[in-house]
């Protein structure tokens, strides 16, 4: 069977990069695999569902550009499309003294970003927003919103198959064999011939781009995310999504709170080494690829340099009350008894032989394969930009 183009991976970036082909080019033939029973599984399906603004990201990076790009994509996708979304808004809150350049550092950024109606507010204005807050100061982020992910990810899988795109669920591929005119890529189930291969494995990206690039220099570290819920009768401390200011030399945003489009408010997540990849709960364990990992020459490296940041957050892995020391320094109200055990998601986070933890969304091409080895958050409010940029890629072999 000959395609033109084999996208492999059903999560979001895959599904969105599938479209956004049949949407350039209706004239190809396009064939998805997924090796899951159904689509958007894995990272997509544990999204927290948050759409992201892009205050956060290095302007002119891969991810400024394609999350505010993305971020009009995909509101306008919602709405055509009849997915449920709010443009909430959130606060970014400094909670020390030693947070406020910090937090002077993303006001400047988001409006490098073009970010419009970013507002600094006060330690009493933070109280207009959220009542319940700690804080010392605080930026507004009125772009930002909420969307069910795995939502809009089926609403992109009917649109594939509307356009002509062929989508095979249940085909894990082991395989990509190339030449000098075409790639064959086999799946446990058969094999397929095409003139391109985008890779969008998300969790195992690393594993699929290594069958054509075996010097393939990142490795794929998976880090849990674990969350609770607030009880019902707790959830009026929260009316929107309220952040920490990050830390600037770790990739993550620190626990926060975010209330979901279906309804409930989130508290999370922590960020701990998964010993498998798609290991949902602390007791997943795959030998294998917890070996891999901590084999990685890089992974040692960050495990070195951020030893007790590591550990800090295995233990609130552990431990109820640890976590919610951590949440309450935004939110002093929130006890113990305040708390239920939420859902977990794995994040795919690219870690180079020399420990440096890839900041930016990474694809590397070459004649017959795209892959893409680092798409992170913010991935799924980029998803419809990321996909864009697969198909403007592509389209040079068309």
């Known amino acids: 069977m000959k395609y033109d183009v084999i996208v492999i991976g059903g999560g979001i970036v895959g599904l969105a990069t599938a479209l956004q082909l049949l949407n350039s080019h209706p004239q190809i033939k396009l064939l998805l695999l997924e090796k899951e029973d159904q689509l958007a599984k894995h990272q997509t399906g544990h999204n927290s569902g948050v759409i992201h603004s892009g205050i956060y990201y290095k302007p002119g990076s891969l991810k400024a550009r394609n999350c505010i790009e993305g971020y009009d994509l995909l509101i306008d996708f919602c709405r055509m499309n009849g997915v ?14 030693e947070e406020l350049p910090l937090l002077e550092n993303l ?12 507002k600094k507010i006060g330690k009493e ?61 086999s799946s446990q189930k058969q094999s397929y011939q095409t003139d391109l291969v985008i890779n969008c494995c998300g969790l195992y990206s690393d594993k699929v781009a290594r069958l054509t690039h075996k010097d393939l220099n990142v490795k794929i570290i998976p880090f849990r995310g674990e969350y609770y819920q607030l009880k019902k009768e707790k959830e009026y401390l929260v009316k929107n999504l309220i952040y920490p200011v990050p830390d600037p ?12 489009i279906h309804g409930g408010v989130e508290a999370g997540p922590n960020a701990v080494l998964a010993f498998k ?31 007790k940041t590591g550990f800090g957050e295995m233990y609130r892995s552990y431990s109820k009350a640890a976590f919610v020391k951590a949440l309450q320094k935004l939110l002093p109200e929130i006890t113990t008894s305040d708390l239920e055990q939420g859902g977990a998601g794995v994040r795919a986070q690219a870690c180079d032989r020399t420990g440096g933890l890839v900041d930016d969304f990474m694809i590397l091409e070459d004649k017959f394969v795209i892959n893409v080895c680092n798409a992170p958050s913010p991935a799924a409010t980029s998803s419809l930009s990321i996909g864009k940029t697969i198909a403007g890629l592509a389209a040079k072999r068309f």
């Open 277 to 307: 990849r798609e290991g949902y709960k602390k007791n997943d364990v795959n030998m294998s690829e917890l070996a891999d990992s901590l084999a990685w020459p890089g992974f040692q490296k960050v495990a070195w340099k951020y030893w």
């Open 125 to 185: 204005e933070l109280k207009d927003y959220e009542p319940h807050v700690n804080g010392l100061a605080g930026i507004v982020v009125p772009q930002t919103g909420i969307v069910d992910y795995k939502e809009v990810a089926q609403k992109y899988g009917e649109l594939i198959q509307v356009k002509g795109g062929q989508i095979n669920l249940g085909e894990r591929v082991i395989d990509i064999q190339t030449d000098n005119s075409h790639s064959v890529v």
């Open 249 to 260: 030399n770790f990739p993550f945003l620190g626990v926060h709170f975010t209330r979901m």
């Open 84 to 97: 449920k979304f709010d443009l909430c808004g959130k606060i970014i809150v400094a909670t020390t003294p």
């Open 107 to 118: 006001y400047v950024r988001g409006n490098q970003n073009r970010l419009s109606g970013l």
